[in-house]
């Protein structure tokens, strides 16, 4: 198995700045991407920001700019920089990951979640 352990949550005012990170433990033989999604009350999950096959970085047209996705030499944790957060980006920020399993099987993961509340 796979797990996604994230942290870094938190309540921030408009304009401030906070950092998320998302670890990655288990069978793991190789994360083909990894990153952060989110999810504001009553709305769809969608993606911020990426790493795909390569190493390239997708980012969410709301966030870029303002937002850095990054990560160790062991590509195993992401970090999400979060620079002059809006109260719009206020959601539940999960962290995905998707690879392959030491036994070559495919996996697909989700972290438990972190909420990011930007509010004055």
């Known amino acids: 198995q796979v797990q996604l352990v994230e942290s870094g949550g938190g309540l921030v005012q408009p304009g401030g700045s906070l950092r998320l990170s998302c670890a990655a433990s288990?069978?793991?033989?190789?994360?083909?991407?990894m990153g952060w999604y989110r999810q504001a009350p009553g709305k769809q999950r969608e993606l911020v920001a990426t790493?795909?096959?390569?190493?390239?970085?997708n980012y969410a047209d709301s966030v870029k700019g303002r937002f850095t996705i990054s990560r160790d030499n062991a590509r195993t944790t992401v970090y999400l920089q979060m620079n002059n957060l809006k109260p719009e980006d206020t959601a539940v920020y999960y962290c995905?990951?998707?690879?392959?399993?030491?036994?070559?099987?495919?996996?697909?993961?989700w972290g438990q979640g972190t909420l990011v509340t930007v509010s004055s």
């Open positions: 995905n990951a998707e690879g392959l399993y030491n036994n070559l099987r495919s996996f697909g993961v």
């Open positions: 288990g069978s793991i033989f190789k994360i083909n991407s």
């Open positions: 790493f795909s096959g390569g190493g390239t970085t």
